[in-house]
């Protein structure tokens, strides 16, 4: 993935990477994407699903969808994703912070079909929860074509992060307050059966997968 | 807050929300949110900080940062933040879905100076934890200098929510796989003090309330 002026992180460039593994470990712990566009000028973002198989990403739902009615061949699209990692709790307001990894991807969305978009859903349906696929009634053909899928052909890429302790200025080191970082993380719940569901069906091994490998 | 053709759910209209105390409750709830704009025609989308005092949204960094250098008086932008509820597991690839509350507002985004400049870092403070900003040494005039903050100047906004049970289709509930919701929610940890943290210092009570409210 190549970079520009566009995606350089301009402010704390130490935080910045480019490289494309770094950014696909970030997207592949994301369970949702916010893409932008642009539409009569202005810009929409909006929280999407999406997937990666190998280098290709695909986007689900509403980008996709406005491809298909709007018949154009492309979209310039941003897809962002985020992980807060924890509070950075400094002994001063200014040095707050935010523990995080995110990934920025410039590029285009195009519509997918055929072939293609079976393997496209396939996925999105791993990102969201790895296994699942196999276990579910596979899409009909009348499923696929209700569903807009679009390939985020990348143009340019970038990752940041921040971890570990505040900076605190010297002179506030002897403030008596509690200075450190506290974690956050996804949590998985128990499962919660469906209404429909017989009574002792046990969760597929994806579900339990799924709750713990956060 | 208005709505118009821009801001209407185009998708799933049940799933729509207007009012305010909704979109307030999720911006509320959520971390952190992603803003998107427009640079040379094209969309980019940068996780932000953010607060909010009453009807007022304030934007922490990049944005404000871009406003001040373009010295432009103001710059489209669209607010989305999105809590992810769970993954929605059907008996079939194609309905499977998220449950989720996400807000989309937009609007303008204004530099904020002067005594304003003040309350909206209380707020972004205030945000990320609640009582912290009471507790450490606030901005000097120099820190303020250096911080750019902007108001997001909302002109419509929408919520969208998705809760419960995957809707199966009625053939596919012989099938003999698990459905139902895996919940998720953010969890945070254990505080992990900074390296020089006189020993014994014990986390304050803003700490201990954001800990126990998530």
Sequence with gaps: MSTSERSQVRRLPDRAAY???????????????HVGFVADGRPI?????FGRDGDDIYLHGSVASRLQRSMAKSLDVCLTVTLVDGLVLARSAFHHSMNYRSAVLFGRAEAVEGEEKLRA???????????????VREPTPIELRQTAVAKL??????????SGDPVDDEEDLALA???GV??????????????????????SPSIEARRTHP
């Design 182 to 203: 506290l974690p956050c993380a996804t949590a998985w719940g128990v499962p919660q059966p469906d209404a429909l569901l017989p009574a002792g069906t046990a969760p």
């Design 121 to 135: 859903l396939r996925a999105i349906s791993e990102h969201l929860i790895a296994g699942r696929w196999d276990e």
């Design 177 to 179: 307050v509690w200075a």
């Design 153 to 162: 052909v990348v143009e340019e890429a970038s990752a940041k992060a921040r």
């Design 45 to 49: 973002v909006i929280p999407m699903l």
């Design 19 to 33: 490289d494309t593994e770094t950014i696909h470990a970030i997207l592949d712990a994301a369970p949702v994407g």
